[in-house]
């Protein structure tokens, strides 16, 4: 059998997902094609809440951020907020195209708006932040970096591949310019295809922009405006099948239904961790909020990472370790994807299994806590 | 109903390779997927008939392209070889990473090894070539233009795209340093994979290169030599699971019989074509083939390109029209994926009704041809 995937994506998919692969092969120039693409699009703008271009590249969320980045970036200035795996990665990719000017924070530490405006103070012509730091579990500000960065008229690329579907997001209302989401976190299809919304003002500084090939925007563009709507290159077409199905099994729960559940899974998993005597590993100012779509926790003592994850994934569950800078120190559960109550509660009790069988004593109160949250959401959120 | 797939890709597919895609998600990291990521290098390496580096990147064959230029190419000449629509994508890629060098001739010519000698004269350190011309239905000789660049020590890329699986591509023998499949031309996978392989002699020029961040090739390896066989970025899993079970097919009938396949059902409907009094499009000299995975044939007087395909679709096929310089004076039939005789005969008989339709008196004649192939075949190639 399977290990349940609590991880941060790949997320189980629905069978619906699922059987949408195995559909025959259609010529990706098609109007049917187009059709789907259409649909896809349409339904993204609206959980992007965004009236913004929306393409869709196949390859995964990395491919999305360096479309991103290359697109506008071209020897310019670029400040890099760091404060997790995925921070570090656009300062890597800024690298590659401009002079990044890092803002960086140990891992899971939360953004200070201060040291944003004095980057920013500069004259830097793009940011580049992480919505959701799945590495550190910490949901960073987007909304207030991007008025500091409307103010000193730099763009913003907001890395969404984990929140979006998720997390609401009002990329317009932010001010976001380009924004990308993964199709294998909170939309619930299979990884492969990445989403990416381009802002007027970001279509005027690519005019002069050199992209790779494959990932240059302008000629997603220019594809999508054909008489029959098309991507530039053959997409991966299966998962376009798969990302139809799941954005529409998205619109019928409604885009604030997702957000909302997302978070309550979040909370149960949280107040779980907090009954278990665990630590949360974010440390938050008054601009973060714990990400709602992976929970990181600081490995508690007496157990070792593989004793920990090992010991969850004999019970049927797979949960995620730290990866670069906190390997080892911390572990993560992740609650996108195709997953009920049932799954959150069967995730806590494996854990709480693991702990007690190493003589950690928390056996119950873990689940109990969760299921505390699961039944009181409706009322505390109504 | 869907039209059957009779162009240069995607490709009908398996039922096995179709059912393959429903399995549920796995974690990309894991034992699991790296078994799976094993076993296609491990058939690739033989398909390609290489001992080089496999790896497999999640993106169409452009991103193949583009991630075998960059990786080699940092201002550097290069020779672009252009006879048809991917000989030029090649030389935008290169323009956009080094000084091409272009040998370009109209579309469906041949390629003349003494113009290919003169520009290798200049020191350039890089050849491109495409080894089957899709756009134009030939087949260009890489193992001559590979032994000039071994006398004037320059690299060999070859797109292989639509020619590996189908045509016999011996890649050490030939000294090809960098050659690219697509999983959805021969292989019979769908689209949204690219191998690429990579000589010892393409590594050491690529110490010192930046390639675009999603496409580095050193990462590739990296993650590929490491205690789990990984890839760098989050892959497409279900088309790997597809992947995966197309190349076992095609183990399971063996390469050389795949490519004897191929060879049999070009050469059926070259047969037809000329029975039908159509003429080829490629025009050849003494080192080149028609193309064994897709026919491009001279449009006739007396229909429309329009009246020829949309004809030929509402009899249940799709063929292709011409791109570029030749749309529009060209249609293009291939004959690659999970196809049998039926198909073909299939196809010929759709064309042969349309041509009949509009005055051209072929009726009959084209299928019979067709019919003779395939029967004669195991006669003439034992």
Known sequence: MNPLLMIPGPVPLHQRVLSAMSKPMINHRSKEFAGIYEECVSILKDVFRTKNDVFIISGSGTAGMEAAVSNVVDGDDVVTIVNGKFGERFKDIAELYGNTIPIEYQWGNSIELDDVEVALEGGAKVVTMVHNETSTGILNPVKEVATLARKYEALVIMDGITSIGGVDVPIDEWGVDIAIAGSQKCIAAPPGLVAVSVSERAWERMEDKRAPYYLDLKEYQKYANKEVTQTPYTPAIPLFFALQEALRMLKEEGTQESIKRHRRYAEAVRNAIRAMKLELFPRLNDISEYSNTVTAVNMPEGITDKQLRDGVKEKGVLIAGGQG??????????????????????????????????????????????????????????
Chains 1, 2 share one sequence.
């Not at 994807?337 to 873990?366: C, D, N, P, Q």
């Open 325 to 382: 800078q906190v390997a080892g120190k911390i572990f993560r559960i992740g609650n996108m994807g195709a997953i009920s109550e049932k799954e959150i509660l069967f995730t806590i009790r494996a854990l709480e299994s693991v702990l007690a069988e190493h003589g950690l004593k928390t056996k119950g109160m873990g689940a109990t806590a969760a299921e505390q949250i699961l039944k009181s959401w409706s009322y505390l959120h109504p």
